[in-house]
């Protein structure tokens, strides 16, 4: 298995511009998440999936869209990137049972 | 969920035991204590966890207090690989969506 795999690994954009950061699983979990993180700072939850075709909100979820039309895709949408969304971007995964959350290598986004 | 605290930074002999300490006076009775630890710049990496028995795996040991308002992870033997920020974190099991609220975590410095 790969695992959790996310795509690009760095990327600079302007402000303004959009983009999509690509997550997959090839585990068949369940499970889905994305998370930011900030120099110096611990992880802080954007959105999550319980399952293909739901989606929810976590504690910092404005300026960013998602959607799980498959078990194995999650792509998070910056709509018009801002410098404030200059973080490192986690996508995790896990079974509905599992206690063990997997996290991807992270994505590096400068918005300039 | 109930909040975590824990201190901002540690250091360890290389060889000694690391105890790395979670406070979480605010718990309900099914919330589960979990440890995660980042490397840096990887994605987190999990460790254990429990609900109010003593737990170990080949990684670590958990140990929570009787009345589960404390714990703590220790690392038996700790290398220099084992520097990283670890972070305690509470959460129900029942029902839940996979989300992990991550606070800051303790830097456990590994010395020769």
């Known amino acids: 298995n790969a695992g959790v795999t996310q795509t690009p690994k760095f990327q600079v954009l302007k402000t303004g511009q959009s983009m999509t950061l690509q997550c997959a699983q090839d585990m068949n979990h369940e499970y889905m998440s994305w998370y930011r993180q900030d120099p110096g700072m611990g992880l802080r939850l954007i959105h999550y999936s319980v399952g293909a075709g739901i989606t929810d909100q976590g504690e910092v979820p404005n300026g960013y869209n998602v959607s799980r039309s498959t078990t194995e895709d999650f792509p998070l949408r910056l709509l018009s990137a801002a410098p404030s969304q200059t973080s490192v971007y986690f996508c995790?995964?896990?079974?509905?049972?599992?206690?063990?959350?997997?996290f991807g290598p992270g994505t590096r986004l400068t918005v300039t | 969920d109930a909040k975590t605290t824990q201190p901002p930074s540690m250091d360890c002999a290389e060889g000694r035991a690391a105890n790395l300490p979670c406070n979480h006076s605010t718990i309900s009775g099914n919330e589960y204590v979990y440890w995660y630890r980042q490397i840096h710049s990887q994605g987190p990496q999990y460790i254990i966890h429990g609900l109010k028995n003593n737990e170990t795996n080949e990684m670590a040991s958990l140990i929570i207090t009787e009345d589960r308002k404390s714990s703590t992870l220790i690392l038996p033997h700790a290398t220099l690989r084992d520097t990283a920020v670890y972070y305690c974190i509470v959460r129900p099991d029942s029902g839940n969506t996979g989300k992990l609220i991550f606070g800051q975590g303790t830097t456990l410095q590994v010395k020769p």
């Open positions: 995790a995964s896990r079974t509905r049972q599992g206690a063990e959350q997997y």
